[in-house]
């Protein structure tokens, strides 16, 4: 059973999914997966490539952000913004291990791209997310854009 929490009307985060979850984020209109979670995290993991290969059945574009509990890179957050605009129209799930890391690097990208860190941690914390680790990055990057 998917656990998607929807972030805004555009992205959606999720604790680790499996493949038969894929076709659930097809049919709410998912045309991206990113993946934040580094393969072999934790033993009885999907591997990144198997949720991959459902994505490219699925006709779902997927990339891999793998952030570790080290925390994010400028490269992360670059990815991720790059992601965030190619997804066009269609709708993003990203996930990790709880929903968190990839909730905190779409709050990072988003205050890249100039969003107003209030609206963002309102957004996270509608789907059960507290940005408040990276509140001061956030304010940052959204004053430097």
């Known amino acids: ?26 049919a709410m209109g998912v045309t991206l997966i990113v993946n934040n979670r580094p393969d072999d995290e934790e033993p009885g993991q999907i591997a990144g490539d198997e949720i991959a290969a459902a994505a490219e059945a699925a006709d779902i574009s997927y990339v891999a952000i793998p952030v570790t509990h080290a925390g994010f890179g400028q490269g992360q957050v670059d990815a991720m913004a790059k992601a965030l605009d190619s997804a066009g129209d269609g709708q993003i ?10 909730t905190l690097l779409w ?22 997310y ?7 990055i956030v304010e940052m990057l959204s004053a430097g854009s």
């Open 93 to 102: 799930l990203a996930f990790c291990r709880s929903g968190t890391r990839s």
């Open 130 to 136: 507290d940005i408040s680790p990276v509140r001061q």
């Open 1 to 26: 059973m998917s656990d998607f929490r929807r972030i805004n009307d555009k992205v959606l985060a999720s604790p680790q999914i499996s493949v038969s979850d894929v076709a659930e984020a097809k």
């Open 107 to 128: 709050a990072l990208a988003s205050a890249k791209q100039g969003k107003n860190p209030s609206v963002i941690a309102s957004e996270a914390a509608g789907a059960g």
